[in-house]
């Protein structure tokens, strides 16, 4: 499958094209297309552009979530995990990136901030009903399994 992007004017040095990290990396690596290097306190939240548009293909959609390692070692996340692209947005994507560690975090221009993942999306017919089927689960909530 092709996935079109479209580098954007006005900021700053061209950045490498996302790709993935690795042979079998099942996410695109995006990359902080900021002008100026950011720090991130405890507790404080930032977006962050990428310096492109993307065109996901119809039945499909981006998944922008964490890099596992910024979030081990620095308690960097993406607050809206997985932040979805949908296929009809045109719009410069940008990672809302949230500090849950306990220093400061700075993102500089080019940094690894997060990972896509393109992936397929299941359109359902939404249907009222008086009753659902039972389960052995039924309403059984948070916690509910024990775990």
Request: glycine fraction near 12%.
């Amino acid at each position: 499958m092709r996935l079109s992007l479209r580098r954007l004017d006005g900021v700053g040095p061209p950045l490498p094209l996302p790709c993935p990290s690795t042979p079998n990396a099942a996410g695109l690596d995006l990359s902080a297309a900021l002008l100026s290097e950011q720090v991130i306190e405890p507790g404080a939240r930032l977006l962050v552009p990428t310096g492109f548009a993307w065109a996901i293909p119809e039945g499909f959609e981006g998944q922008v979530r964490p890099r596992s390692g910024r979030a081990l070692s620095e308690g960097l996340t993406v607050l809206n995990a997985p932040g979805t692209i949908d296929a009809d947005y045109r719009g410069e994507v940008a990672v809302l990136l949230v500090n849950l560690g306990q220093a400061p975090v700075t993102i500089r221009r080019g940094d690894r901030i997060a990972q896509m993942i393109v992936a397929p999306v299941v359109r359902v017919m939404v249907e009222e009903v008086k009753s659902l089927d039972d389960t052995s689960r039924g309403s059984g909530g948070f916690g509910h399994s024990g775990t």
